[in-house]
């Protein structure tokens, strides 16, 4: 009798520490049904989107400017690099939508065997409500960053849930997307 308190509270521990992966888990399953209404539900796209573009804007801010141009007119560079974020950010908001992700999944099917998707390289919270992910795919190196998500635990309504809160891109990718954007 004296045990059910602390029973209880082990598998309230134990459910807790689970969900954050069961959540992972529909998230690879919504994407391998190419379900894009689970797939809204799954993810803060506005949150997402808006950690993308900022880290478009800081990469390219963070570029030093080229001597010969910066040398003749010191105003040009941040407006290049203000017109760049711009158009790229104008990408993200094309591109990073359900469809979009449940379509370049999608492309990631493995074909005959061949290890393209992308594997869990560690998970742990980063917080009480936080939740942190490292993925790489098979093109990666070892020594390649690994594309990073963030899970929160969020409320709507009623309903408590784990949802995609910001997603960090490795340098080699923020690169593709600056040289699409230019």
Excluded: C
Aim: charged share 20%; proline share 7%.
């Amino acid at each position: 009798m004296t045990n059910r308190p602390l029973i209880a509270a082990s598998l309230a521990v134990a459910l807790y520490g689970a969900w954050p992966y069961a959540t992972l888990l529909k998230l690879r399953q919504d994407l391998q049904r190419h379900d894009v209404q689970a797939l809204q539900g799954d993810i803060d796209w506005s949150q997402v989107r808006a950690g993308l573009k900022a880290q478009i804007r800081d990469s390219l801010e963070g570029r030093p400017a080229p001597t010969a141009v910066s040398a003749t007119r010191d105003d040009l560079p941040p407006f290049g690099a203000g017109f760049a974020a711009n158009i790229a950010g104008s990408a993200v908001d094309h591109e990073v939508t359900p469809q979009r992700m449940a379509d370049a999944f999608g492309a990631l099917t493995p074909v005959a065997g061949a290890a393209t998707q992308p594997r869990l390289e560690a998970a742990r919270f980063s917080g009480l409500t936080t939740f942190v992910v490292k993925l790489r795919t098979a093109s990666e190196a070892p020594t390649d960053a690994p594309v990073r998500l963030k899970l929160a635990l969020v409320r709507h309504g009623w309903r408590l849930g784990w949802e995609v809160t910001n997603v960090w891109m490795p340098p080699a990718l923020l690169e593709q997307s600056e040289t699409h954007a230019s």
